[in-house]
């Protein structure tokens, strides 16, 4: 979008503006709340859709304070004390290769079960891990019942410290031996684009949420920068699947945009859709 053109436009609303734009997503502005060591994807499918990326990272992931209970079963692991490992998250798989590299041990020979594709990708590129099951559908729910474990079967869950408790629960009543142990924390984020004034100048026309945790330090960080709830009113608000949804709805935040491909190319290609109709 020109200079002129922003210029022109800047007076309206952020939908009235997105009918003017031709093509779903030229020249729209969409706030990536990703933490930073993954925002940078969501940020390159969105420019390769002809929208302007704004970066707000709402979450950085750190180890836990203490990582002695992490690197015990790590250890454990890297000696074939389980029988899986069972992957939730891209984050905790950055957090694992981090802790990995400074315990000088790897996990390679270790099967491994996936949440979805891009964990499965992070797990084999940055552990060497041998993904052998990947959930259909992009969430606990699926992971849970895809994996059918026999009684006995010790599997390992590295996970955020404020994860859903479905995947555990189901697990064990499925009869596994399974530890559970805290991956890494979720703090909150800080630095990239000046959202909150933005919006407050109605500048912004799409906010995507990938996770529950995005939602809740969105909401906590555009409080903190002063910003007003009620400059959301009139931007689309973009779920990647049904449990950030969730989070969204307990919030009071209406879903409007979520794809059938819990994915970030599904997501893109869910916000082009809906850009396209306005």
Excluded at 54 to 80: F, G, M, Q, W
Excluded at 88 to 95: G, K, M, P
Excluded at 250 to 267: I, S, W
Aim: hydrophobic content about 45%; glycine content about 6%.
């Amino acid at each position: 979008m020109t200079d002129a053109e922003q210029k022109r436009l800047s007076g309206r609303s952020p939908k009235e503006r997105a009918r003017t734009v031709e093509g779903g997503l030229a020249g729209i502005r969409v706030v990536v709340t990703r933490a930073p060591h993954q925002a940078a994807e969501m940020a390159d499918l969105l420019r390769q859709a002809g929208a302007v990326p704004l970066l707000y990272p709402c979450l950085e992931i750190s180890p836990p304070e203490d990582t002695e209970p992490l690197d015990a079963v790590l250890l454990s692991a890297a000696s074939r004390e389980y029988d899986l490992l069972v992957l939730t998250s891209v984050n905790t798989v950055y957090i694992l290769a981090q802790r990995l590299a400074a315990l000088d041990i790897a996990l390679s020979d270790l099967p491994a079960a996936a949440v979805g594709p891009k964990t499965a990708a992070a797990a084999e590129a940055m552990l060497g891990l041998n993904v052998t099951l990947v959930a259909n559908k992009h969430v606990a729910e699926s992971l849970a019942d895809e994996l059918s474990p026999t009684p006995g079967e010790r599997l390992l869950l590295p996970q955020s410290a404020i994860a859903r408790t479905v995947l555990a629960d189901r697990l064990r009543a499925a009869g596994a031996q399974l530890t559970v142990v805290e991956a890494y924390r979720t703090c909150l984020g800080q630095g990239g684009d000046p959202v909150p004034d933005l919006l407050a100048d109605k500048m912004i026309e799409a906010i995507t949420f990938t996770s529950s945790s995005t939602v809740t330090n969105f909401l906590k960080r555009l409080k903190k920068e002063g910003g007003d709830r009620r400059h959301l009113n009139d931007v689309c608000l973009a779920a990647i699947g049904p449990v950030t949804a969730a989070t969204m709805a307990e919030e009071d935040l209406p879903v409007d945009v979520m794809p059938a491909d819990y994915t970030l190319k599904g997501l893109v290609n869910a916000l082009e859709k809906t850009f396209a109709r306005v």
